[in-house]
């Protein structure tokens, strides 16, 4: 009996956090713990029962979206020049941010009131810094200019202006930020 219940309670925890995933990939930028619930298939007091507060929840889809994302933000670059480095890595972060943009449009919204959400933010940018850091040869990772303007035109927040608030597709997204990659290592070589 006992096992019975543990296995209900896991399978209880990770509907609940499906569930929350589905919502905000559904567009959901802020879903009630009602609509978890419903969308879950289970009693609103579950959900609390599993989660403290809807910080709780998010640092557990925020887990979850690592975990389905790490192979993509793991795999090295392949080619064996900067430049070619920098265009891998256009294309992978237009990848990755494409996925994660629902996610973190509803981390957003919270990420004034949650401890959590912050600090999550500092470290993907901190991430994101730093594999850019390693693409570059030093000279380059010196030219602050050139590396703070570059750092700009491949992140999430850049990604994020392009799809969202200037309305471009993926594709055209993409396209600009290769544009912009290619002003810059042009602008730097002179």
Avoid at 21 to 27: D, I, N, S
Avoid at 37 to 57: I, N, Q, Y
Avoid at 146 to 167: V, Y
């Amino acid at each position: 009996m006992f096992d019975g219940r543990k296995v209900r309670r896991h399978k209880n925890r990770h509907r609940i956090v499906a569930a929350m995933l589905e919502l905000v990939r559904a567009g959901a930028i802020s879903p009630r713990a009602e609509e978890v619930a419903e969308r879950a298939g289970v009693g609103l007091r579950t959900v609390f029962r599993h989660f403290d507060d809807m910080d709780s929840l998010y640092r557990e889809m925020a887990d979850a979206m690592r975990r389905e994302l790490q192979p993509l933000v793991s795999a090295p670059l392949g080619s064996p020049y900067w430049n070619g480095k920098l265009d891998e890595m256009v294309l992978r972060r237009a990848v990755l941010f494409e996925r994660a943009m629902p996610f973190k449009n509803a981390a957003d919204v919270h990420r004034h009131r949650s401890p959590f959400l912050r600090k999550d933010y500092e470290t993907m940018r901190a991430a994101e810094r730093d594999a850019l850091e390693a693409a570059l040869p030093a000279a380059l990772r010196k030219n602050r200019e050139f590396f703070e303007a570059l750092d700009q035109a491949l992140s999430f927040s850049t990604w994020q202006h392009l799809r969202r608030d200037q309305k471009l597709t993926q594709d055209q997204a993409r396209q600009t930020v290769e544009f912009a990659v290619r002003a810059l290592v042009a602008a730097s070589a002179k």
